[in-house]
């Protein structure tokens, strides 16, 4: 790092708002939301969402109560048109649902983004301009009064386009992109000149969104430039304010929020704050922070775990352990002082009372959650884990969903039986449980190189009977699961050595679930090999999550897995 950053870097300049109203401001209702984790966040994965996943998000989007959702950007690419146009000829999205698109401010890309979304009962057109010094200067090389007159040539475009555009509702929302970094003044004027050009009627409102493209200054700075606006604009009954924060300073929520008390009535952002660089504005955290503060957020969040697991599978990031409300450990305390305050909050709090329990901003049954603090060896003591005393005893490191599931079957034993239960009790239920061989086994696997990923040759044993099978994948794992063909989702996977040695055995841990439905299941396997311990791991999952539906695996006549229930073959 250079030693003199002052040189280097400029200060964000304070806004002259010397009666400034938002500090005293207490936000009371919700805003409209929007959630662009199609557009924005899926641009920004590594490997963008397919048709499949991207259908499953918005499914969630939909199940949660976004009533706007930003579903593509159609001009960029024939996958997001097809999307869309699939979204409202096969009916999926709901009568109380608008959808967006975003375009760039050229006629041809305008053109394709209507003809995207017509069809559709509502839909917003979202046109954007960059206005930042920099970008007038060194990307479009215009003056300001050019720029204007790009803006309003592009509320005009789409005015006529959608002209003869059938019977769809049309709303037009204009970005004054890179706001954050564009002059007040300038900023205020172009969205004036927009909404001039679009001239809306009675009833009708332009939705001006106002993006911190860039975070670069504290939240305080945003909230000013947004009360700025919102008293400044000259038409701001017939607008709709909205802000779109991104997270490069890691402080988006506190912006949205300021902004918020500020005058904006609309948020746009993205569940678990995913996008670019470092994300958007996490919703899902800033609904739940209204939640606490006794604002309904009109979003239902009250399945996080459903939520979360929906969005690491589309997007195949993790939601952290740690992360506010979602992450499997934010209601899990290690310490001794922090475990006995909230039981006794916990004690102590009565029905229909303010919640008020220590460490806990939120019950965690609204959220779907229960609180682990430590999962105990009997339902009295709480002084030992299941996971410290595997780890100590045997070398076992359970995922956190794992613990919390042997958790379960822990307690289940010591109320049944009473008193405490012993290291030696808690392995052999262990080993029962995890350890032991059900209906189907992995006999002998071989791995070879396949065009387009790894190949891998089976030899199972399936309730007594030999099959062989073969699948390609992305790796061993992905592989297995090719090869057997079954509609079973890979939901988590991780491994670890039981020791220091070189030669010690490695234990892999595969969580396991229908692919329509949830209840996932875990399997455990042991081996000097890792290839060999995630397919013993994988198999002993298989075993569980079939006995947790009350069936049991089976091979037909071809050779094909297959479950049956009560005796009677079903296909799985």
């Known amino acids: 790092m250079i030693q003199d950053p002052q040189k280097k870097y400029r200060p964000f300049a304070p806004v002259a708002l010397t009666d400034r109203h938002w500090p005293d401001r207490v936000v009371t209702a919700p805003p409209v939301w929007l959630s662009t984790d199609l557009r924005d966040g899926n641009q920004a994965l590594l490997e963008p969402m397919d048709g499949a996943r991207k259908k499953m998000l918005f499914d969630l989007l939909c199940r949660i109560g976004f009533k706007e959702i930003e579903v593509g950007f159609p001009s960029a690419s024939q996958t997001e048109f097809d999307f869309i146009r699939h979204l409202i000829t096969a009916g999926r999205v709901p009568a109380d649902v608008t959808i967006s698109a975003l375009t760039p401010a050229r006629p ?101 969104n106002l993006p911190a493209t860039v975070e670069m200054a504290t939240p305080n700075v945003f909230a000013d430039q947004v009360e700025w606006m919102h008293r400044n604009l000259r038409r701001r009954s017939d ?164 613990q919390i599931e042997l958790s379960h079957l822990v307690k289940a034993h010591t109320d049944a039986r009473g008193g405490e239960m012993k290291s030696a009790d808690l392995w052999a239920l262990f080993c029962a449980t995890y350890l032991t061989n059900g209906d189907i086994a992995c006999l002998h696997h071989e791995l070879y190189d396949a065009e387009g990923g790894q190949g891998v040759r089976l030899s199972l044993q399936v309730a007594g009977q030999r099959v062989e099978r073969q699948g390609i994948g992305n790796g061993p794992l992905d592989a297995a699961m090719a090869a057997l063909g079954v509609p079973v989702r890979l939901v988590h996977y991780e491994e670890h050595a039981l020791g220091r040695e070189s030669g010690a055995e490695a234990a892999a841990f595969v969580e396991l679930e229908w692919a329509d439905q949830g209840a996932p299941c875990f399997g455990v396997g042991v081996s000097r090999n890792i290839v060999t311990a995630s397919y013993v791991a994988l198999m002993r999952g298989l075993d569980r999550l079939a006995a947790a539906h009350g069936r049991r695996w089976r091979v037909d006549d071809g050779g094909h897995l297959r479950i049956s229930e009560d005796g009677v073959a079903k296909v799985s």
């Open 108 to 208: 041809e890309l305008i053109r394709r983004t209507v003809a995207a979304l017509r069809g559709a009962r509502r839909a917003i057109v979202h046109v954007y301009v960059a206005i930042a010094p920099v970008f007038r200067s060194l990307v479009f090389g215009r003056t300001r009064t050019e720029m204007i007159e790009m803006a309003v040539a592009a509320t005009c475009a789409i005015r006529e386009e959608i002209a003869g555009a059938g019977d769809t509702e049309w709303v037009l929302e204009y970005s004054p992109e890179t706001f954050s970094a564009a002059e007040l003044d300038f900023s205020r004027e172009i969205c004036d000149a927009v909404v001039d050009a679009w001239a809306p009627g009675a009833n009708e409102k332009v939705i001006i």
């Open 239 to 402: 607008m709709i304010l909205s802000v779109h924060p991104h997270n490069d300073r890691g402080t988006a929520v506190a912006a949205a929020e300021l902004a918020m008390a500020a005058g904006a009535q609309r948020v746009e952002g993205c569940l678990f704050g995913h996008g670019e660089r470092t994300g958007n504005v996490d919703l899902v955290t800033l609904a739940l922070n209204l939640y606490t503060q006794g604002v309904h957020p009109r979003l239902d969040l009250s399945r996080i775990d459903e939520v979360a697991r929906t969005v690491e599978h589309c997007t195949r990031l993790p939601v952290a352990p740690r992360h506010p409300y979602a992450g499997d450990l934010v209601f899990t305390a290690f310490s001794g002082s922090h475990q006995d305050a909230i039981k006794k909050g916990f004690a102590a709090q009565t029905s229909g009372a303010f919640w008020d329990v220590p460490y806990l901003p939120v019950d965690p049954a609204d959220v779907g959650r229960s609180y682990d603090a430590v999962i105990r060896l009997n339902g009295q003591s709480g002084k030992g884990g299941v996971s410290y005393i595997l780890e100590r005893d045997h070398g076992f490191v359970l995922p956190r969903r794992l």
